[in-house]
Each structure stands twice: as structure tokens, then as C-alpha cells.
């Protein structure tokens, strides 16, 4: 890891101490074989992975071959559709030796693939009792994020944007409550679709952000991967310095107001 | 005997292991997760555990994802 994505303050999720705020997924490169570098450039210590069927046809490209081994695996449950589909396959991350931190998504809405809240709930509280590190991708409601902290979530993850679209944060007002009003780290996924953006949510006082498409689909994914590294860093140091006020209806000069050129002694 | 993996039927002799079915399918036992009959298999568990009849197997493993 670059010393200079590191951050002034450190992040301690499910026991661990993170010294980045990027989490950074493995989804949509044209060949796996980017990831090393990816990983490398973004500064990232978090990074998801899914789990399915082996074609037996074709038994290869497991990913986790180019995953960095210092860092933390973060399987997703994608493809679920209920609660038992998200469990089932939150046992057999599990069981397959990747650790106890669990992404939970629960979709039965093929357009938008917005996340099912009630059901979201239910599987936290199960799996939260079996011991796993659970951070459920939420739409960014008050009352569904107070039930995934009633129900042992370590974190909760509310859209920026439907996922995959690069649209930025749209939902960047309802982040702001959540922000405001619970006291769960929040870590802005899915929608993020440029560094401004990730920084923006970094500035309000998310705990961190998850972007892979934005990586993935970019003409330089490990270029940008550095940048997105900076901008979460910039931006987590910004919120640490506390933003001035703003100033509405007139201007306040920067430079004194006497002693110009010429003028009276 | 005919068991079922990922959906297809698989023929194979009588009291096959586990291991030895990921070994024809072309799969390194450490990189692949399995539920027999509904039940996660412990990798530890594939050597000894003989296939049955009409057992159904579901192979799993890591790919790429956000």
C-alpha cells in the first residue's frame, strides 16, 4: 500500500483498525489480472468478492488468485433474493475460509436493484447472531437503518445511486440524516461514480465509501483507483477540519481594508 | 450411480469421494466451497465423505463483485 492514500485518523470496523476509508469490489474488470494493481494503487485494505456456481465447463477464474493477501475479504450475498437465499450463502462464504464480514444484499427488483429493507432486517439480526461482521446494503431510510442496528448491523451501506450507474450521490440528503442521526459508521455504496463525488461523501462525515463500477468501467482503472484513494483521503481530512462557515447575501474580503496604495496615512 | 452437480447429472462409480469427484471436474479442493444435499460440506470433510446415489451437490467459489 502507497503511504499517501493513508489517512489521518483511523477506521476500526469488526475489530479491525483501517487505515483506509475505500473499500473497493472486483466486479466488471475486463480481466481479473487488474486487480493486483488496482488494490495497490487505491490504498484499499476492503475488498468485495461474490460467491457462485463453478461452471464446470469452464473451472477456472477464481478471483480470490489476484486479491492481495493483507487484505480483508468483504463476500457479498448477490443473487439473493430472501432472507434464506442471503443466509445460505453468508454460511458458505463463511465456510469457504473468507472470514466473518458479510455484505448483505437481498434484491427481487431486477431494474433498479433496490435493496429489500424488511428482509435486509431480518437476515442482519440472523446473521449478526451467528457472529458475523454484517453490513447490509440499504437504501437510505431512517427507519430501515434503525432496524439494522436493532438487528447487530456493524455498519450499514446506503446507496448513492442504483448500483452500476455512476450517477453520483442522488440520494446525498438522506445520507446527511443518516449521518446526523445514527451513530453506525456509514459507508456510501453502489452510485458513486466519480473521485468529487466519494470526497463530497467523505466531507459530510460518511465513514467510508465502497466504489467499484466507477473503477472498473474507467479507461484507466488503476489511475483511477489512485485518485479515488486521494479524494476519500482529501475528503475524510476535510470533514476532520471542519468546514467554515458559508456566507449567504454578500461577500466578506480576504485581504485588509486599509493601508492601499496612495491612500490616507 | 448418477449424482447431480450444479444442476447436471453426473455419472460415477459407487463410493466415490468427494475429493476425488472435485479432482475430475478440474477444481483445487482449496478454492471451492460445497453443499451436499443442502448441508456445507467442511473442506476437511471432502476425502472421507462418499458420494451417494442421487445426492445432490452444489460447488461454489469466489468471482468477481462489487
Redesign the interface.
Known amino acids: 500500500m502507497t503511504h499517501d492514500t493513508r489517512h489521518d485518523d483511523t477506521f476500526v470496523l469488526g475489530g479491525q483498525a483501517l487505515e483506509s476509508r475505500l473499500f473497493i469490489?472486483?466486479?466488471?474488470?475486463g480481466t481479473?489480472a487488474l486487480?493486483p494493481a488496482v488494490a495497490d494503487a487505491s490504498g484499499s485494505q476492503v475488498i468485495?468478492?461474490?460467491?457462485?456456481?463453478?461452471d464446470?465447463g469452464n473451472?477456472k477464474?477464481?478471483?480470490?488468485?489476484h486479491i492481495p493477501a493483507h487484505m480483508r475479504l468483504l463476500?457479498?450475498t448477490?443473487g439473493a433474493r430472501t432472507v434464506d437465499e442471503a443466509v445460505r450463502i453468508a454460511?458458505?462464504?463463511r465456510?469457504?475460509?473468507?472470514g466473518d464480514w458479510i455484505k448483505i444484499e437481498i434484491i427481487s427488483d431486477s431494474r433498479y436493484l433496490l435493496p429489500d429493507g424488511y428482509a435486509t432486517a431480518r437476515a442482519t439480526e440472523i446473521l449478526a447472531a451467528e457472529g458475523f461482521t454484517v453490513l447490509p446494503y440499504m437504501n437510505p431510510d431512517l427507519y430501515v437503518a434503525r432496524d439494522l442496528e436493532n438487528a447487530g448491523a456493524a455498519a450499514i451501506m446506503p446507496l448513492g445511486a442504483p448500483?452500476?450507474t455512476n450517477r453520483g450521490l442522488r440520494t446525498r440528503e438522506m445520507i446527511g440524516i443518516l449521518i446526523e442521526e445514527m451513530s453506525l459508521p456509514i459507508v456510501v455504496d453502489?452510485g458513486i461514480g466519480k473521485p468529487s463525488e466519494a470526497c463530497d461523501a467523505m466531507e459530510m462525515g460518511a465513514a467510508a465509501c465502497?466504489v467499484?463500477?466507477a473503477i472498473a468501467s474507467a479507461g484507466d482503472p488503476v489511475a483511477m483507483a489512485r485518485a479515488f484513494g486521494e479524494a476519500v483521503r482529501a475528503g475524510r481530512r476535510a470533514f476532520l477540519a471542519r468546514a467554515g462557515r458559508v456566507l449567504d447575501g454578500r461577500a466578506e474580503a480576504s485581504s485588509p481594508l486599509t493601508g492601499f496604495l496612495g491612500g490616507q496615512a | 450411480m448418477t449424482i447431480v452437480?450444479?444442476?447436471?447429472e453426473v455419472a460415477c462409480e459407487d463410493g466415490v469421494t468427494l475429493l476425488v469427484l472435485l479432482g475430475r471436474?478440474?477444481?483445487?479442493p482449496r478454492?471451492?466451497?460445497v453443499?451436499r444435499n443442502g448441508t456445507?460440506v467442511?473442506?476437511e470433510a471432502f476425502g472421507d465423505m462418499g458420494l451417494e446415489q442421487g445426492d445432490t451437490l452444489?460447488?461454489?467459489?469466489?468471482?468477481?463483485?462489487?
Open positions: 469490489g472486483t466486479g466488471k474488470y481479473d486487480i468485495t468478492v461474490a460467491l457462485r456456481r463453478v464446470l473451472p477464474g477464481n478471483v480470490l488468485a463476500p457479498n448477490s454460511r458458505l462464504a465456510a469457504a475460509g473468507c448500483i452500476g453502489a465502497l467499484n463500477t | 452437480v450444479n444442476g447436471h471436474q478440474g477444481l483445487d478454492t471451492v466451497v453443499e456445507i467442511k473442506a452444489e460447488i461454489l467459489h469466489f468471482v468477481g463483485g462489487g
